[in-house]
């Protein structure tokens, strides 16, 4: 099984930009879709954005234009570059692994987007 471990996440003002990255380990990151979910206090996790093995990506209304998912096969990451922050993105996002039933979760980070 994959371990998974997220960086990148900080304080930034509304307009801004961060880059949020999730090292995998342990397992052949290539057969595994992977996928960015964030959550804000008080509020159930959502879905963000998917990249799948095939690099076909899918985002969230929410975050779509703005957002953009991205993966290295051979530095082993998944990265989510996020711009035009709004303070409603204010959450702890973790990267997800998944193939078939199998699902691997990071311990997340936080991201908030505050002036």
């Known amino acids: 099984q994959v371990q998974l471990v997220e960086s990148g996440g900080g304080l930034v003002q509304p307009g801004g930009s961060l880059r949020l990255s999730c090292a995998a380990s342990?397992?052949?990151?290539?057969?595994?879709?992977m996928s960015w979910y964030r959550q804000a206090p008080g509020k159930q996790r959502e879905w963000v954005a998917t990249?799948?093995?095939?690099?076909?990506?899918n985002y969230a209304d929410s975050v779509k234009g703005r957002f953009t998912i991205s993966r290295d096969n051979v530095k082993n990451t998944a990265s989510l570059q996020m711009n035009s922050l709004k303070p409603e993105d204010t959450a702890v996002y973790s990267c997800?692994?998944?193939?078939?039933?199998?699902?691997?979760w990071g311990q997340g980070t936080q991201v908030t987007v505050s002036s």
């Open positions: 342990g397992s052949i990151f290539s057969t595994y879709d």
């Open positions: 997800n692994a998944a193939r078939g039933r199998l699902h691997s």
């Open positions: 990249i799948t093995t095939r690099a076909l990506t």
